[in-house]
C-alpha cells in the first residue's frame, strides 16, 4: 500500500506560479513511477505529468509543456510540481498518483491515488 498526501494548492493569479507537493508512505517510495492528473469541474480527469522511478525521464501534457515541472526527491518520499505561467484553464483538482511500475503515464496505470488539492487560477 501506499498512501498519497498533496499541498500546496489554492488560489493565484494568471501568469503566477505555484508548487504541488506530494508525500508518499507505505511501501519504498523509490519503487515507484509517479504523476500528476487534474480533473476540472465538468471534465475527465486527465493525465498532466509523469516521472520515472529513477527521475531520468520525465513526460509532459502538450497543454502543460514547457510550464511545468515534475521533480521527486526519493530520500524524503516527495514528488513535486512546479507550474508558472499559469493560466484559467489550468483550474482543477491537482491528483497525484503512484504506480508499481517503474514507467507509467496512462491513467489505468497508476495504482495509488491522493485526495487531491484544489487550484484556482484567476484572471
Known amino acids: 500500500q501506499v498512501q498519497l498526501v498533496e499541498s500546496g494548492g489554492g488560489l493565484v493569479q494568471a501568469g503566477g506560479s505555484l508548487r504541488l507537493s506530494c508525500t508518499a508512505s507505505?511501501?519504498?517510495?523509490?519503487?515507484?513511477?509517479m504523476g500528476w492528473f487534474r480533473q476540472a469541474p465538468g471534465k475527465d480527469r486527465e493525465f498532466v505529468t509523469a516521472i520515472t522511478r529513477s527521475g531520468t525521464n520525465t513526460y509532459y501534457a502538450d497543454s502543460v509543456k514547457g510550464r511545468f515541472t515534475i521533480s521527486r526527491d526519493n530520500a524524503k518520499n516527495t514528488v513535486y510540481l512546479q507550474m508558472s505561467s499559469l493560466k484559467r484553464e489550468d483550474t482543477a483538482i491537482y491528483y497525484c498518483a503512484a504506480s508499481i511500475l517503474a514507467i507509467a503515464t496512462e491513467r489505468n496505470k497508476f495504482n495509488y491515488w491522493g485526495q487531491g488539492t484544489q487550484v484556482t487560477v484567476s484572471s
Open positions: 507505505g511501501r519504498t517510495f523509490g519503487s515507484n513511477a
